[in-house]
């Protein structure tokens, strides 16, 4: 998969940018396992900033935007030096009836595979230490 806007639940995420945004690096923020779900959630910042907001959005104010993925029927799980606060390189491959995603850098990586992924809805803030 290429772009943010090809995903599942992906439909906010359209609304708020104008173009296709390519999948690619990311600021990890949180991940989060439920084990006896099997559900495995990624939180991140990415460096584009949505280019038609909300209204409510810009009386707030902005310099950093939040999206993530949900993902159900984890397998294959494997970390090393998380947490981290480098910038992660964030891949989804579609390989038959599952996704082989992965989130790297020189020193850190989360894999995993999953048989459903979906976009979370993005949000805005104001941050000193943005992307």
Do not use: H
């Not at 939180?43 to 959005?57: L, S, V």
């Not at 993530?68 to 397998?75: P, S």
């Not at 990586?109 to 943005?130: G, N, Q």
């Amino acid at each position: 998969m290429k772009y943010w806007n090809e995903l599942e639940g992906s439909k906010l995420f359209n609304m708020v940018f104008s173009r296709n945004i390519p999948i690619g690096e990311i600021k990890l923020f949180a991940l989060n396992i439920d084990n006896n779900l099997s559900t495995l959630t990624l939180a991140f910042d990415i460096r584009e900033i949505p280019d038609t907001p909300p209204k409510k959005w810009d009386l707030i104010g902005y310099n950093a935007c939040r999206i993530g993925i949900t993902c159900n029927k984890v397998k294959n799980l494997t970390t090393s030096n998380i947490p981290t606060q480098q910038i992660l390189n964030l891949s989804i491959q579609l390989i038959g009836n599952e996704y082989s995603v992965s989130a790297t850098s020189n020193t850190s990586e989360v894999k995993f595979i999953t048989s459903a992924l979906r976009l979370r809805e993005p949000s805005v803030y104001l941050t000193e230490s943005s992307f």
